[in-house]
């Protein structure tokens, strides 16, 4: 049998979108897998460590024939294998560890968040970037501020995830499906993140039509501890499954143009009376990235709880705008 005018990878007229993810540690590697899995194009590890994003990208493809998704990944140290992604995904830095406030990690992951951003922008002047490294309020900005990106190119996990965990802890109250339950959560990436449970449905129910006031507290308590509930079990780290679903539904957004509302920690320009903050809003998030902010009329309540959010996000760019130059 002979092969006809056949070129390994001409992918010259439909080219795939290619999606860098820089941290090969537990949420890169998750986030790495599920966008394979989920053939949101080829992929490519970086990380410091070396071995480590090759052999978990060479595992990952190793994998693709049982679970049938066509990506290629691949891992390295070098950014040039990054150059002309369409979106890349930072997770580099350092973890929680148990007692650790994320904030206690600020100083570590300035320095790493700056230097990975320089090297993305060099290689990929056009793409896009979404930050899950923590504190994340503060490495979103030091991402923004080192790459010079519109808040259109450059955004924040965290609303996407901590929602999530009010989903799963709603259902698991009422014993529903998860697929029925939505919920909202606003704010910083902290303990001052604002659960939303009058934007909160169950099958299109409103959320205090369902539950009392007291369960709701529970749950939008356990919700803003959520992160650490982990870190306490895990004890050698923090959570990394939910994390890594959470930026690949964003990535997903993205890559596939498919205009969702998700909350993300976004660069807001006078919505919600915040201005030159990320702050955790619902954003529409399509091909453009970041594509709008949806500003919903909160009451009383509601205001204050984000304004108190506000605060803990103002002191941490303090902390970073203190480190000056970002560590370069
Ligand atoms: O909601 C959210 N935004 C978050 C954030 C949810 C979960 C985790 N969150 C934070 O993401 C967490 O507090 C950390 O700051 C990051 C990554 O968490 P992960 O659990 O993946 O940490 P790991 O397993 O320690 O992986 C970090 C990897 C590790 O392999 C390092 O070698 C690598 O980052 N690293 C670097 N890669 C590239 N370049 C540089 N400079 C570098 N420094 C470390």
């Known amino acids: 049998m002979r092969w006809s005018g056949i070129v390994h990878h001409d992918n010259a007229y439909f080219p795939r979108k290619k999606l860098t993810v820089v941290g090969s540690g537990n949420v890169g590697a998750t986030a790495a897998f599920l966008a394979a899995y989920k053939e949101l194009g080829d992929i490519v590890l970086l990380d410091v460590v070396e071995g480590v994003p090759q052999g978990k990208a060479l595992d990952m493809y190793e994998a693709s024939p049982i679970l049938g998704y066509n990506a290629n990944v691949i891992g390295t140290q070098d950014y040039a294998d990054t150059a002309n992604s369409d979106l890349v995904i930072i997770t580099a830095g350092i973890a929680r560890k148990p007692g650790m406030s994320r904030d206690d990690l600020l100083a570590i992951n300035v320095k790493i968040v700056a230097e990975v951003t320089a090297n993305i922008v060099e290689h990929s002047p056009q793409c896009i970037i979404i930050v899950v490294t923590n504190p994340l309020d503060a490495m979103v900005y030091t991402a923004k501020q080192v790459s010079g990106f519109s808040r259109k190119r450059i955004m924040g996990m965290a609303g996407v995830l901590d929602s999530s965990r ?30 939303l449970p009058r934007y909160s449905t169950v099958g299109g129910i409103p959320l205090p039509d369902m539950l009392s006031q007291e369960e709701i507290d529970e749950i939008s308590q356990r919700t803003a501890q959520g992160g650490a509930e982990i870190v306490q079990l895990l004890k050698t780290g923090s959570a990394f499954y939910a994390p890594g679903a959470a930026v690949v539904e964003m990535a997903e957004a993205i890559l596939k143009d498919k205009n969702r509302i ?39 309540a509601e205001k204050a709880a984000m304004q108190l959010s506000l605060k803990s996000v103002k002191a941490l760019k303090e902390q970073v705008d203190a480190l000056g130059g970002f560590g370069q």
């Open 166 to 195: 009010m989903r799963t802890f709603i259902a698991q109250k009422l014993d529903v499906s998860i697929s029925d339950v939505s919920a909202l959560v606003l704010g910083g990436h902290g303990d001052t993140m604002v659960p």
């Open 262 to 300: 998700l909350p993300c920690a976004a660069w807001l320009e006078g919505e919600y009376g915040i201005n030159n903050y990320f702050m955790g809003v619902p954003c529409k998030l399509g091909g453009g990235g970041m594509e709008g902010v949806i500003e919903l009329d909160l009451n009383k």
